[in-house]
């Protein structure tokens, strides 16, 4: 059975660097679209960064362009993403999922539940403040 454990989080000043780590068990990861989700409290659940099983292509959330970098390590079975010039409207916490139906990044960032989704982690707190 698929199981993803994120790490990576913290503390972090506005403007600092966190890169958070995605590790998969139990399948590859290169079967899976992947994605970053956050969820702030009090807000929804939104889709901050994904990339394509099919072709690797990536999406980004507008807020987070420029900013973030997702990238995956087949080898170590991990999904990354970094996080540059942090704000404090980045504040969440952030989680992995994956699926093996969903093709195109965007429309797994698109998704606003995980319901359908083949496995998503526990997530990782990520604070920005001075």
């Known amino acids: 059975q698929l199981q993803l454990v994120e790490s990576g989080g913290g503390l972090v000043q506005p403007g600092g660097s966190l890169r958070l780590s995605c590790t998969a068990s139990?399948?590859?990861?290169?079967?899976?679209?992947i994605g970053w989700f956050r969820q702030a409290p009090g807000k929804e659940r939104e889709g901050v960064s994904c990339?394509?099983?099919?072709?690797?292509?990536?999406y980004y959330k507008n807020s987070v362009k420029g900013r973030f970098t997702i990238s995956r390590d087949n080898a170590k079975n991990t999904v990354y993403l970094l996080m540059n010039s942090l704000k404090p409207e980045d504040t969440a916490t952030y989680y992995c999922?994956?699926?093996?139906?969903?093709?195109?990044?965007?429309?797994?960032?698109?998704?606003?539940?995980?319901?359908?989704?083949?496995?998503w982690g526990q997530g990782t707190l990520v604070t920005v403040s001075s």
């Open positions: 999922a994956v699926d093996s139906v969903i093709m195109t990044a965007q429309a797994m960032c698109g998704m606003k539940t995980f319901g359908p989704l083949d496995a």
């Open positions: 139990g399948s590859t990861l290169e079967d899976y679209t």
């Open positions: 990339i394509s099983r099919r072709d690797g292509t990536t």
